[in-house]
C-alpha cells in the first residue's frame, strides 16, 4: 500500500471513532470507497432529500412510523456531530447508520413487546396511490402488512440484511460493512432470511386490481353479515390478529380457521349494527378497509391474500396507532371487540 493510501486510511479510522452511539461504529468500506474525501460537504437541504428513504428503511424494521422518524432524526443529529468532509458517501453514511440505530431499537422493541397487551401488528400508514414515495421499491406490495407481519419472525440483524437486499438492492459487501460481518455470513444470513419468509409468502400473487375487488367482496359480506359469503372468501386455515394494545378491548390470541372466525367477524358486525361504516382506503401500499364510528377511525383491517382467497385479516385497534391513517381515532369505547 502506497504512503497515500495509508495516510487515507488512517483519516478514515480517525474519522470512524468520531461517530461515538453508533452500534457498531460506522463501517470504514464507507470511508474508503473513494481515493480520497471529497472536499464539498453537503448542507442540511441536501442531506435532507435523504429523508423518505431513510424513513422507508426505518419503518420497515420498527414496524412503527413514529419510532422510524425518530431514528431518522437521530441519525441526522449524528451527522452534524459528525466530520462530514471524511465521509466519501452520504447516503452510504445516513443509510448504514439508521439501520443500525434500527437494529439496536428493535432489539429493545422485542422485550417489550413480550409484555405487550394482545398481539402486537405493525403501525398502518395512509398510501395515496397517486402519491407514493419515489423510489419504485415503495410502490410494491413490500410495505403491506402481510409483508410486515411476515418480518417479525426475523431476527434483527436478518431483517436488516433482508431488506437492504431484497428491496433496496444493496451489494453483499456493503451490507456486510453495515453489520460488521463477513460477506459470506452475510449471504448466509440472507438465504436463510429468504427462506423463512418464503415459507408464508403468498404462492399465487394478486394483481391490485384483483386485490380491489376481493376487499370490496370482503366489506360487502361483513356489512351484509353474510356468513356464506364471507366462508367463501377465506382459506381453510386463515388467521385473525387483532392489536388493541391494552388500550381498547381486543381479541386477545389469535384466531385460527375460516368457521372461527367467520363467527368472531359477524359477530362483531353485529354489535356495531348502525353505528360502524367500513370505507376503502389505500394503506401500507394496497386497499384495505377502515372503519369509522361517528366519522373518526375505530380500526383498519388489513388482508392477506393468496389467490382468490383471504389468508389473514389484522385488524389494529389500538388508538395510538390509528393516527396515520385517516380521520382522528374514536377515543371513546371499546373498540367493537369485546
Same mark, same amino acid.
Given at each position: #500500500?502506497?504512503?497515500?493510501?495509508?495516510?487515507?486510511?488512517?483519516?478514515?479510522?480517525?474519522?470512524?471513532?468520531?461517530?461515538?452511539?453508533?452500534?457498531?461504529?460506522?463501517?470504514?468500506?464507507?470511508?474508503?470507497?473513494?481515493?480520497?474525501?471529497?472536499?464539498?460537504?453537503?448542507?442540511?437541504?441536501?442531506?435532507?432529500?435523504?429523508?423518505?428513504?431513510?424513513?422507508?428503511?426505518?419503518?420497515?424494521?420498527?414496524?412503527?412510523?413514529?419510532?422510524?422518524?425518530?431514528?431518522?432524526?437521530?441519525?441526522?443529529?449524528?451527522?452534524?456531530?459528525?466530520?462530514?468532509?471524511?465521509?466519501?458517501?452520504?447516503?452510504?453514511?445516513?443509510?448504514?447508520?439508521?439501520?443500525?440505530?434500527?437494529?439496536?431499537?428493535?432489539?429493545?422493541?422485542?422485550?417489550?413487546?413480550?409484555?405487550?397487551? @394482545?398481539?402486537?401488528?405493525?403501525?398502518?400508514?395512509?398510501?395515496?396511490?397517486?402519491?407514493?414515495?419515489?423510489?419504485?421499491?415503495?410502490?410494491?406490495?413490500?410495505?403491506?402488512?402481510? /409483508?410486515?407481519?411476515?418480518?417479525?419472525?426475523?431476527?434483527?440483524?436478518?431483517?436488516?440484511?433482508?431488506?437492504?437486499?431484497?428491496?433496496?438492492?444493496?451489494?453483499?459487501?456493503?451490507?456486510?460493512?453495515?453489520?460488521?460481518?463477513?460477506?459470506?455470513?452475510?449471504?448466509?444470513?440472507?438465504?436463510?432470511?429468504?427462506?423463512?419468509?418464503?415459507?408464508?409468502?403468498?404462492?399465487?400473487?394478486?394483481?391490485?386490481?384483483?386485490?380491489?375487488?376481493?376487499?370490496?367482496?370482503?366489506?360487502?359480506?361483513?356489512?351484509?353479515?353474510?356468513?356464506? *359469503?364471507?366462508?367463501?372468501? /377465506?382459506?381453510?386455515?386463515?388467521?385473525?390478529?387483532?392489536?388493541?394494545?391494552?388500550?381498547?378491548?381486543?381479541?386477545?390470541?389469535?384466531?385460527?380457521?375460516?368457521?372461527?372466525?367467520?363467527? #368472531?367477524?359477524?359477530?362483531?358486525?353485529?354489535?356495531?349494527? *348502525?353505528?360502524?361504516?367500513?370505507?376503502?382506503?389505500?394503506?401500507?401500499?394496497?386497499?384495505?378497509?377502515?372503519?369509522?364510528?361517528? @366519522?373518526?377511525?375505530?380500526?383498519?383491517?388489513?388482508?392477506?391474500?393468496?389467490?382468490?382467497?383471504?389468508?389473514?385479516?389484522?385488524?389494529?385497534?389500538?388508538?395510538?396507532?390509528?393516527?396515520?391513517? @385517516?380521520?382522528?381515532?374514536?377515543?371513546?369505547?371499546? *373498540?367493537?371487540?369485546?
Amino acid at each position: #500500500m502506497t504512503g497515500r493510501l495509508h495516510k487515507e486510511r488512517r483519516a478514515a479510522i480517525r474519522t470512524a471513532r468520531l461517530y461515538e452511539g453508533t452500534t457498531p461504529p460506522v463501517p470504514l468500506l464507507y470511508l474508503l470507497r473513494m481515493p480520497a474525501a471529497s472536499s464539498s460537504v453537503p448542507d442540511a437541504a441536501e442531506v435532507e432529500r435523504y429523508r423518505p428513504r431513510l424513513v422507508s428503511i426505518a419503518y420497515r424494521m420498527l414496524g412503527s412510523f413514529e419510532d422510524a422518524e425518530d431514528a431518522v432524526q437521530e441519525t441526522f443529529l449524528r451527522w452534524h456531530r459528525a466530520s462530514t468532509g471524511q465521509i466519501a458517501s452520504t447516503e452510504a453514511w445516513l443509510v448504514s447508520v439508521v439501520t443500525r440505530i434500527a437494529i439496536d431499537r428493535l432489539r429493545l422493541a422485542s422485550t417489550r413487546r413480550e409484555q405487550y397487551v @394482545g398481539s402486537w401488528l405493525p403501525e398502518p400508514i395512509a398510501t395515496d396511490p397517486a402519491a407514493l414515495p419515489d423510489h419504485p421499491v415503495e410502490l410494491s406490495s413490500d410495505l403491506s402488512m402481510a /409483508f410486515l407481519v411476515l418480518l417479525e419472525r426475523l431476527a434483527p440483524e436478518e431483517r436488516a440484511a433482508f431488506l437492504l437486499r431484497e428491496l433496496f438492492d444493496a451489494g453483499y459487501d456493503e451490507i456486510a460493512s453495515v453489520l460488521e460481518k463477513s460477506e459470506a455470513a452475510c449471504r448466509q444470513i440472507i438465504h436463510r432470511a429468504r427462506e423463512r419468509v418464503r415459507q408464508d409468502a403468498p404462492r399465487n400473487p394478486v394483481p391490485p386490481d384483483a386485490k380491489e375487488r376481493l376487499v370490496e367482496r370482503f366489506v360487502s359480506a361483513l356489512a351484509a353479515e353474510d356468513r356464506d *359469503g364471507l366462508l367463501s372468501l /377465506f382459506s381453510d386455515d386463515v388467521v385473525w390478529m387483532s392489536d388493541g394494545g391494552g388500550k381498547v378491548q381486543a381479541v386477545p390470541r389469535i384466531i385460527t380457521g375460516a368457521e372461527r372466525v367467520v363467527k #368472531m367477524a359477524v359477530g362483531f358486525q353485529r354489535q356495531g349494527r *348502525g353505528l360502524v361504516t367500513h370505507q376503502i382506503a389505500h394503506i401500507n401500499g394496497e386497499p384495505a378497509v377502515l372503519t369509522l364510528v361517528d @366519522g373518526r377511525t375505530v380500526f383498519t383491517t388489513s388482508l392477506a391474500l393468496d389467490g382468490d382467497r383471504i389468508t389473514g385479516i389484522y385488524r389494529v385497534l389500538n388508538p395510538d396507532k390509528l393516527r396515520r391513517v @385517516g380521520p382522528p381515532p374514536y377515543m371513546a369505547g371499546s *373498540g367493537l371487540e369485546s
